[in-house]
């Protein structure tokens, strides 16, 4: 870990295990956002060594990509926490030892992994977009299908609304099969999350269709 991932991550910890809004958001709930941070980041790791990209550069941008939740205090915000984000991050960034680009790309990676847009100008190019497809990644990644699973209830669904559940995403699925991503690396990552989605709820569709009420 280089000295300057090691400030970031002490700079990303402070925000979102300390200066939170803590009457919106719990402790767990910012617990959660912390860790879904430290996977981007690891995501981002991977990526740039394979295509070659700067590493240190990715991986603190994944590591700040949601750092801005420590000022979120309304649902309604959510569409704009990238921005929020570059914005809270923004001093920290420039302070870095990286040459001008490098800290704008960080930025611009960081402003438009929710929307594919910054609020300020600047180019969208590989490197930042490979910020929000690491965002992606570990969005649908195995923990993911726990979490949406428990979110859901599903559990306590009845059989008939566990199954179109099921179906709805499993249709979703094979939509973002399609997509595209920034690197091959990612695309390839994508594909293999996506694929074991549908074999997941494939199985578990499967196994509910034997069930007898």
């Not at 002490?10 to 925000?15: G, H, L, Q, S, T």
């Not at 302070?95 to 929307?115: M, P, Q, R, Y």
């Not at 499993?170 to 695309?187: D, R």
């Amino acid at each position: 870990m280089t000295e300057q991932i090691r400030k970031t991550l002490e700079f990303v910890n402070k925000k979102l295990l300390n200066e939170y809004n803590k009457t919106f958001f719990s402790k767990e709930q910012m617990s959660y956002r912390y860790e879904h941070t430290l996977r981007v980041a690891a995501i981002g790791q991977k990526i740039a060594r394979a295509e070659k990209m700067n590493e240190e550069a990715l991986t603190i941008a994944c590591l700040l990509h949601d750092v801005g939740y420590c000022e979120i205090a309304d649902f309604s915000q959510y569409s704009e926490h990238g921005f929020i984000s570059a914005r809270v991050a923004k001093a920290f960034v420039n302070g870095l030892n990286f040459d001008e680009k490098t800290k704008l790309d960080i930025l611009a990676g960081i402003a438009s992994h929710v929307t594919d847009e910054a609020d300020f100008p600047c180019e969208l190019n590989v490197f930042t977009k490979t910020v929000g497809d690491c965002d992606n990644i570990d969005r649908f990644d195995v923990f993911r299908i726990y979490d949406n699973l428990q979110d859901a209830e599903f559990r306590d669904m009845p059989l008939e609304k566990q199954k179109t559940f099921i179906e709805e995403r499993l249709t979703k699925f094979e939509k973002y099969k399609k997509i595209q991503f920034a690197t091959v690396t990612a695309t390839k990552m994508w594909d293999e999350k996506i694929k074991f989605q549908i074999i997941f709820y494939g199985k578990l569709l499967e196994q509910l269709n034997q069930t007898i009420e």
